[in-house]
């Protein structure tokens, strides 16, 4: 987006997963984890695919510094693979102990991140490393944070990695 009304030259961001165990996926991600099935469509061969909605999308981009201190802040280790996942939930807890017990290996338990949010990692079907996060503070409050900026707010401080899930 260019300016304020502008039309953004992107509606929406499409994640594509391959799972080898389709149905153990849609399973997961539709019924356990709550996605809503928006489309699903079968053709020749065996080919299905479901589009499930998880609201408002975002690409986050980070350095290989920022994703070895998000793995460390959230993990105590690196363990994230180039790409991750990251879900954000009212419950990071009790969505933690929802998805272990439809299937994922809980990797680090919710941790509270110096970005105030709390932070859970699992490994889930479909061989994705996922975030579920629950923010602690508004957008507001947390542009207020050095380290945090929006295009619309203060800039990070340079030596404070900014936040991410």
């Given amino acids: 987006m260019t300016g304020?009304?502008?039309?953004?030259?992107?509606?929406?961001?499409?994640?594509?997963?391959?799972?080898?165990?389709?149905?153990a996926a849609v399973r997961f991600y539709r019924d356990v984890l709550g996605l809503p099935e928006q489309a699903a469509y079968s053709g020749g061969d065996?080919?299905?695919?479901?589009i499930l909605d998880a609201g408002r999308a975002t690409l986050e981009i980070a350095n290989p510094a920022q994703k070895r201190m998000i793995d460390d802040v959230e993990v105590g280790?690196?363990?994230?693979?180039?790409?991750?996942v990251a879900f954000e939930v009212d419950d990071a807890r009790a969505t933690t102990r929802r998805l272990v017990d439809g299937g994922a290996a809980e990797v680090a338990p919710?941790?509270?991140t110096p970005w105030q949010s709390v932070n859970a990692r699992l490994d889930a079907p479909?061989?994705?490393?996922?975030?579920?996060?629950?923010?602690l503070r508004t957008l507001d409050?947390?542009?207020?944070?050095?380290?945090?900026?929006?295009d619309g707010g203060?800039?990070?401080?340079?030596?404070?990695?900014p936040p991410a899930r």
Avoid at 126 to 135: G, K, P, Q, S
Wanted: glycine residues 6%; hydrophobic residues 40%.
């Fill in 4 to 23: 304020p009304g502008a039309v953004p030259p992107v509606r929406q961001l499409r994640l594509v997963v391959e799972a080898e165990d389709y149905e």
């Fill in 46 to 50: 065996g080919a299905e695919v479901v």
């Fill in 77 to 84: 280790r690196q363990v994230a693979p180039r790409i991750r």
């Fill in 110 to 112: 919710p941790t509270r």
């Fill in 126 to 135: 479909a061989d994705l490393h996922i975030t579920v996060f629950e923010e």
């Fill in 141 to 150: 409050e947390r542009v207020a944070l050095d380290g945090f900026g929006t």
């Fill in 154 to 161: 203060p800039a990070p401080v340079a030596d404070d990695p």
